[in-house]
T-cell receptor, first 107, second 115 residues
Framework: GQNIDQPTEMTATEGAIVQINCTYQTSGFNGLFWYQQHAGEAPTFLSYNVLDGLEEKGRFSSFLSRSKGYSYLLLKELQMKDSASYLCAVRRTDMRFGAGTRLTVKP | DARVTQTPRHKVTEMGQEVTMRCQPILGHNTVFWYRQTMMQGLELLAYFRNRAPLDDSGMPKDRFSAEMPDATLATLKIQPSEPRDSAVYFC?????????????FGPGTRLTVL
């Protein structure tokens, strides 16, 4: 089986930093993905981790600990346009998504 | 500007009718995924293909759903007969399987409403 857990909702202030956590339990692991999905739109790829550690890409960073079954997405210098759902997904031979975290960025 | 295309973008139909959704993956991509998204269940994997061969369709109700890839440029998802509980947004995604990141690129989705 496979469980992927992430908080349902988060709120943060423009210009701040927010960390969105994801924990997973899976048999087999071939990488963890983070996707961003704005309301009414398709998910878009943000980051990918397959080895332990931090991957940085501009304002977004993603961390993975395989032994702990844990990842987080870190968003810095928040902008209003970052208000969206953030989906954690684990790849085995297939791909399974968490329910998503709805982030609201307030002025 | 390569992107995944899906048709139709919106579909309203009556219970019992057949629904066919189409997806054109990005040229050169060899993996295709079908997902369904609802408020209650989130994003669920229905089926996926590699090099046109179905690898996993365990997430798909077999009695009414079918997925095929007649050729490398077309993937179809068919529901027959459709039911109100099938109302959802259906996304197709494609990927270049051998990429390090194996990123999936999503199409815009088909919003299906079954009355």
């Amino acid at each position: 089986g496979q469980n992927i857990d992430q908080p349902t909702e988060m709120t943060a202030t423009e210009g701040a930093i927010v960390q969105i956590n994801c924990t997973y339990q899976t048999s087999g692991f071939n990488g963890l993905f983070w996707y961003q999905q704005h309301a009414g739109e398709a998910p878009t790829f943000l980051s990918y981790n397959v080895l332990d550690g931090l991957e940085e890409k501009g304002r977004f960073s993603s961390f993975l600990s395989r032994s702990k079954g844990y990842s987080y997405l870190l968003l810095k210098e928040l902008q209003m346009k970052d208000s969206a759902s953030y989906l954690c997904a684990v790849r085995r031979t297939d791909m399974r998504f968490g329910a998503g975290t709805r982030l609201t960025v307030k002025p | 500007d390569a992107r995944v295309t899906q048709t139709p973008r919106h579909k309203v139909t009556e219970m019992g009718q057949e629904v066919t959704m189409r997806c054109q993956p990005i040229l050169g991509h060899n993996t295709v995924f079908w997902y369904r998204q609802t408020m209650m269940q989130g994003l669920e994997l229905l089926a996926y293909f590699r090099n046109r061969a179905p690898l996993d369709d365990s997430g798909m109700p077999k009695d009414r759903f079918s997925a095929e890839m007649p050729d490398a440029t077309l993937a179809t998802l068919k529901i027959q007969p459709s039911e109100p509980r099938d109302s959802a947004v259906y996304f197709c995604a494609s990927g270049l399987g051998r990429e390090r990141t194996d990123t999936q690129y999503f199409g815009p989705g088909t919003r299906l409403t079954v009355l």
